[in-house]
Structures are given as C-alpha cells and as structure tokens.
C-alpha cells in the first residue's frame, strides 16, 4: 500500500505564492508517474500537472503553464508543486496522485492511490 500526505495549503493573495508538498510512503515501484489534481466546489477533478518519477519528464494543464512547477525530492520520496502568480480560479483542493504503469497521465481514473488533499483559497 501507498500512503500520500499533502502540506502547505493555505490562504494568499492573489499574485502571491505558495509550495505543496506531498510525502510518499509505503510501497516502492520501479517507476511511476506522480501528479497534482485540483477540484474546486461543484466541479469536477482536474489535472494540474505530472512528473515521471525516473527521468522527470513533466506535463501541465494550460492553465498554470509558466505559473506553476513540479518538482521530486528523491531522497525525501516528496513531490512538491510550486504555485506562482496565484489566481482568485486556482481555489481548489489539490490532491496528490500515484500511478504505477505509464501511457496517459490527465485522466484521474488511471491513478491509484491519492492523497487526502489540502485546501488552497487565492483572495482578490
């Protein structure tokens, strides 16, 4: 089993920054790909942003492109998300994800194991 802890969410003006963390633990894979999904009230989850584990190839929505970073601590098994030029539409709880085979990673469906979230709220 994996367990996936977030941190760092919180309240911040828009324009300002915040870093989320996501610690993983539990099981090892030889690779797999990691993601951070976000779901704001009565919408559905959508996909942020993703990062293969070995190699570090990344993806993003269009949306935070050149706004937000995905970024893996091999050492500490922790996969951060970088958030800059914050906008009032980036509210939303973000979760952390992990999928074991590899193929297409925007799909919430294909990930396993997800973490409890952790709530970000950008002020106007």
Do not use: H
């Not at 003006?13 to 996501?22: I, P």
């Not at 993703?50 to 970024?71: C, H, L, N």
Request: hydrophobic share 35%; glycine share 10%.
């Amino acid at each position: 089993q994996v367990q996936l802890v977030e941190s760092g969410g919180g309240l911040v003006q828009a324009g300002g920054s915040l870093r989320l963390s996501c610690a993983a633990s539990g099981r090892t894979f030889s690779n797999y790909v990691m993601a951070w999904f976000r779901q704001a009230p009565g919408k559905e989850r959508e996909f942020v942003t993703a990062i293969r584990w070995i190699g570090g190839t990344t993806w993003y929505a269009d949306s935070v492109k050149g706004r937000f970073s995905i970024s893996r601590d091999y050492a500490k098994n922790t996969l951060y998300l970088q958030m800059n030029s914050l906008k009032p539409e980036d509210t939303a709880v973000y979760y952390c994800a992990l999928k074991e085979s590899m193929g297409i990673v925007t799909i919430p469906n294909v990930y396993a194991y997800w973490g409890q979230g952790t709530q970000v709220t950008v002020s106007s």
